[in-house]
């Protein structure tokens, strides 16, 4: 079965310094992975999205993420952290579509503190 | 362009009580998902509708159930409603059949049920 695993619940960072979110994910077939950002009170917002080609991934706000096949992983990076940043970080899974079905599966998510 | 919206944004009703939850897509999306966010971990799949069709159901009991309009907009009504309920209720949209695969959900704010 499908499923992603975040191993950190919570990071704190200063501002400045670089991020790095673990995500691993199992899945049968070549996943298609996403990142999304959630803050206080919102909805999600798509952060990048991987579906194949280049294993490393630009996505908004000065975020990227690299996939590793042979990890199992699709980890979030951002070299310089900003204080706006602060929230919490979901990554997902996506259906290759061999079950017809378009769900996502999420993480259960990092919560992301940025210190001053 | 609007994004996704849903309505109301917050709503507080009792066991026992019958909820409905509306949303309505980005303009010529025509497939909608819910998701069932618990505090403190990630959205889990409830239903996706694609061209009113039920596409694909998550691990939920019978008393959730949904539909989709002529319009693509999506009710998602929950029965009998227990305190386990108590979530945040996310609609996306996309405009692919199967968004997971080749195409992104755009997500909306989210209704907060709090079930007394």
């Known amino acids: 079965a499908q499923s992603v695993t975040q191993p950190d619940i919570h990071i704190t960072v200063s501002e400045g310094a670089s991020l790095e979110l673990r995500c691993n994910y199992s899945y049968g077939a070549t996943p298609y992975l996403f990142w999304y950002v959630q803050s206080p009170g919102q909805g999600l917002q798509l952060l990048l999205k991987y579906f194949s080609g280049d294993t490393l991934v630009q996505g908004i706000k000065g975020f990227e993420a690299e996939f590793k096949m042979s990890q199992s992983s699709f980890n979030l990076r951002k070299p310089s952290v900003h204080w706006s940043d602060a929230a919490e970080y979901f990554c997902?899974?996506?259906?290759?579509?061999?079950?017809?079905?378009?769900?996502?599966?999420f993480g259960q998510g990092t919560t992301l503190q940025v210190k001053p | 362009d609007a994004g996704v919206t849903q309505s109301p944004t917050h709503l507080i009703k009792t066991r026992g009580q019958h909820v409905t939850l509306r949303c309505s897509p980005i303009?010529?999306?025509?497939?909608v998902s819910w998701y069932q966010q618990v505090l403190g971990q990630g959205p889990q799949f409830i239903f996706q509708y694609y061209e009113k069709e039920e596409r694909g159901r998550g691990n939920f009991p019978d008393r959730f159930s949904a539909r989709q309009f002529p319009n693509y907009s999506s009710e998602l009504n929950v029965n009998a409603l227990l305190l386990g309920d108590s979530a945040l209720y996310l609609c996306?949209?996309?405009?692919?059949?199967?968004?997971?695969?080749?195409?992104?959900?755009?997500f909306g704010p989210g209704t907060r049920l709090t079930v007394l």
């Open positions: 303009s010529g999306h025509k497939s």
């Open positions: 997902a899974v996506g259906s290759d579509g061999s079950s017809n079905t378009g769900k996502l599966i």
């Open positions: 996306a949209s996309s405009l692919a059949a199967i968004p997971g695969a080749t195409d992104t959900q755009y």
